[in-house]
T-cell receptor
Framework: KNEVEQSPQNLTAQEGEFITINCSYS?????LHWLQQHPGGGIVSLFM???GKKKHGRLIATINIQEKHSSLHITASHPRDSAVYIC???????????FGEGTQLTVNP | EPEVTQTPSHQVTQMGQEVILRCVPI?????FYWYRQILGQKVEFLVS????????KSEIFDDQFSVERPDGSNFTLKIRSTKLEDSAMYFC?????????????FGPGTRLTVL
């Protein structure tokens, strides 16, 4: 059974700080997703990656397949970045995503 | 930009009643998914659907649940006889293909409350 662990569970930062959220998983995967969930509940896909690194604006996602680990970085954090960030993985077989518990990020002005 | 839509946004029902949650996936997508999130818990996979049949389902997806693509645009999740523990946010998602490397796009969710 694939376990997806995220850390930290909760993170409070001051505006402008550099943020890192970590995700580790236990089995081989074909892709990893970083998702954002706002208080209303909707889920937005930020990144999907299977190797290396991707950047979109102030967000950077990296993955190390050998170590079964991914990180999501937010540079120059802003209060509007406050949300739950979720890591989800797709195993090499099957179509389902397995989700982590999420990291609640609060960025204070 | 194309998006996945879901209706209703909130559904309240009595225990034992049938509910149908509706989704309109992105138009050229071929794989469809339902996930649920019980309040305070992580998102869980329910079922994936391709070519008019279930391609994978989880242990949660028992005989009370069914999915259907009744026409060319809608994808529905039916819960036959709702239980209190079915109260959750239900998310529909779609992807162009089910292969690795192709992203799932999520709808805004339907909040189901069973009384």
């Amino acid at each position: 059974k694939n376990e997806v662990e995220q850390s930290p569970q909760n993170l409070t930062a001051q505006e402008g700080e550099f943020i890192t959220i970590n995700c580790s998983y236990s089995v081989g995967i074909s892709a990893l997703h970083w998702l954002q969930q706002h208080p209303g509940g909707g889920i937005v896909s930020l990144f999907m990656l299977s190797s290396g690194k991707k950047k979109h604006g102030r967000l950077i996602a990296t993955i190390n397949i050998q170590e079964k680990h991914s990180s999501l970085h937010i540079t120059a954090s802003h209060p509007r970045d406050s949300a739950v960030y979720i890591c989800a993985v797709k195993e090499t077989s099957g179509s389902r995503l397995t989700f982590g518990e999420g990291t609640q990020l609060t960025v204070n002005p | 930009e194309p998006e996945v839509t879901q209706t209703p946004s909130h559904q309240v029902t009595q225990m034992g009643q049938e509910v149908i949650l509706r989704c309109v996936p992105i138009s050229n997508h071929l794989y469809f998914y339902w996930y649920r999130q019980i309040l305070g818990q992580k998102v869980e996979f329910l079922v994936s659907f391709y070519n008019n049949e279930i391609s994978e389902k989880s242990e949660i997806f028992d005989d009370q649940f069914s999915v259907e693509r009744p026409d060319g645009s809608n994808f529905t999740l039916k819960i036959r006889s709702t239980k209190l523990e079915d109260s959750a946010m239900y998310f529909c998602a779609s992807s162009l293909l089910g292969l690795a490397g192709l992203e799932q796009f999520f709808g805004p969710g339907t909040r189901l409350t069973v009384l």
